[in-house]
């Protein structure tokens, strides 16, 4: 069964630091993008960051730029976000996903999502 589980959600202070896993099984995914998407309370999802896999190119949204930082790891078939100087507004679910190329991820080519992982900015 191909799946992605996040792992390392929860509740933080702002200023804090947080940092999210995902795990990919089922099939490689080293050619793949993964990304980070989120959802806040009340609002639609929307894309945070991305990490290619052919050419290795990183892409932010501009609110998490300079804050946050994916990485992958192939060999363990695992993408990490990390997220620092939180704020309340980064308050969201987080989810891994993963698409063929940066610009599919984030125009609605996302081939798969895993189930999300709660994050909680406190103020």
């Known amino acids: 069964q191909v799946q992605l589980v996040e792992s390392g959600g929860g509740l933080v202070q702002a200023g804090g630091s947080l940092r999210l896993s995902c795990a990919a099984s089922?099939?490689?995914?080293?050619?793949?993008?993964m990304g980070w998407f989120r959802q806040p309370p009340g609002k639609e999802r929307e894309f945070v960051a991305a990490?290619?896999?052919?050419?290795?190119?990183?892409y932010y949204a501009n609110s998490v730029k300079g804050r946050f930082a994916i990485s992958r790891d192939n060999a363990q078939n695992t993408v990490t976000l990390q997220m620092n100087s939180l704020k309340p507004e980064d308050t969201a679910v987080y989810y891994c996903?993963?698409?063929?190329?940066?610009?599919?991820?984030?125009?609605?080519?996302?081939?798969?999502w895993g189930q999300g992982t709660q994050v909680t900015v406190s103020s």
């Open positions: 996903a993963t698409g063929p190329t940066i610009g599919a991820l984030t125009s609605g080519g996302v081939l798969l």
């Open positions: 990490f290619s896999g052919r050419d290795r190119l990183t």
């Open positions: 089922g099939r490689t995914f080293s050619s793949s993008t």
